[in-house]
């Protein structure tokens, strides 16, 4: 992998409303990883898909079985080089 190039995993975000906090968390990970997921209960109405799809993630909405079911659901998600080591549920 060259130097500068994204790392081949994906970061997966579990969020509720989030539209005030989830632009710090992006930025967080933006340029460094491959892809961003963003997984969303379907209550959430404040603005936050539109912003996490704005900022190039794929969202996700799954209706809210717990943190552990989400974990699970999202993980499905990720593509096949999504590395496990991270974010195991």
Do not use: Y
């Not at 959430?44 to 969202?59: K, S, W």
């Amino acid at each position: 992998m060259a130097l500068g190039q994204p790392l081949p995993i994906s970061v997966c975000l579990i969020a509720g409303n989030e539209v005030a906090r989830l632009p710090r968390a992006l930025a967080s990970v933006a340029g460094w990883t491959s892809e961003i997921i963003v997984v969303l209960n379907e209550e959430v109405r404040d603005g936050t898909e539109e912003l996490a799809r704005a900022a190039g993630a794929r969202v996700f909405r799954e209706p809210w079985k717990g943190h552990i079911a989400q974990k699970k659901f999202r993980r499905r998600q990720g593509e096949p080089a999504m590395d496990s080591r991270f974010g195991r549920g």
